[in-house]
């Protein structure tokens, strides 16, 4: 949600894993090793990163999952409320539809007999 000012858990973890890594890249690379220790120290911090991204992706992937499984059974939910209307709806249409036919017959008749007393 970026534009509440509010961020995800998976990129909270994420920034702070990176910036981590950031951190001990610079501070390996600043520190007084030998060329070998520092690329040593570089391909495990590598391999952190590497991981932790990976875990990181995949707890993404499964809230991922988990809200769009969320997000069919509401639209279901919805689907069912709304035809549950329509088809009430119908059935209301059809009864005032047969209460306007009954009225006009019953008129008609009315007038007819009308009619018929009169002439």
Do not use: H, N, W
């Amino acid at each position: 949600m970026c534009g509440t000012g509010r961020f995800s858990s998976g990129t909270v973890i994420l920034s702070f894993i990176l910036g981590g890594v950031a951190g001990a890249a610079v501070t390996a690379l600043l520190t007084p090793r030998s060329g070998p220790e520092t690329r040593e120290r570089l391909r495990e911090q590598a391999y952190y990163v590497k991981g932790e991204a990976s875990r990181v992706a995949d707890e993404v992937r499964d809230k991922a999952s988990e809200l769009l499984e969320k997000s069919k059974e509401l639209v279901e939910e919805k689907k069912a409320i709304l035809e549950s209307a329509l088809e009430a709806g119908k059935e209301a249409m059809e009864r005032e539809k047969e209460k306007l036919l009954t009225k006009i017959k019953r008129e008609a008749s009315e007038e007819a007999e009308e009619d018929y007393i009169a002439g």
